[in-house]
């Protein structure tokens, strides 16, 4: 495995299946290109005439849009950003906060990253999508899924404020599990 010489930028991309780490190399002498998503080579370019560009590859199991975009500062220094669906990663990362729930969780020894999308509901465990069954109860919704041999229930119940809207919590055998901030 050759060693990565030329790698210039490093992110970390929090998906609803998982950190997703992602690696660039450019090489400013032979204009060389190289992204790596979660150790995996998704583009490579050698011989670039063109030192400032983009590059744009998909991540995680939803195939999200990322695009690297390489500009230069002066002389020859180059600055790399991230974006991801369109958005800088900060901006993704805040509108994520808005539209995700996540909590970490150890089960048995076996951590678990669990992952609600509150648009569609859909439940997301350690990178696979979940099977769950929903329920109206008394004071809002109950969705249940397994993790294991465990019983978990995300409950969603309103605030009774507008600005807070509905909160969601993560209930494993009877527990309550505090959510992560990523």
Not at 64 to 74: E, F, G, L, Q
Not at 150 to 163: H, P, T
Request: some cysteine; aromatic content about 8%; proline content about 1%.
């Amino acid at each position: 495995l050759e060693k990565m010489t030329d790698l210039v930028a490093v992110w970390e991309v929090a998906l609803s299946d998982g950190v997703h780490k992602i690696e660039f190399e450019h090489g400013t002498t032979s204009g060389k290109r190289v992204v790596y998503v979660d150790g995996k080579e998704e583009i490579r370019k050698e011989w670039m005439f063109k030192l400032v560009g983009k590059e744009t590859f998909t991540v995680g199991a939803a195939k999200t849009k990322a695009t690297i975009n390489i500009d230069a500062v002066s002389g020859f220094a180059y600055e790399y950003t991230l974006e991801i669906n369109g958005k800088s990663l900060k901006k993704y990362m805040e509108n994520r906060s808005k539209t995700t729930n996540t909590w970490v969780l150890s089960l048995g020894g076996t951590d678990y990253r669990v992952v609600l999308e509150k648009d569609t509901m859909d439940v997301w465990c350690n990178g696979q999508k979940m099977e769950t069954a929903g329920e109206f109860v008394e004071d809002g919704t109950e969705t249940h899924f397994s993790v294991g041999d465990y019983s978990c229930c995300i409950k969603a119940v309103s605030s009774g404020k507008r600005k807070e809207g509905i909160i969601h919590t993560l209930i494993v055998d009877d527990r309550e599990i505090p959510e992560a901030v990523e």
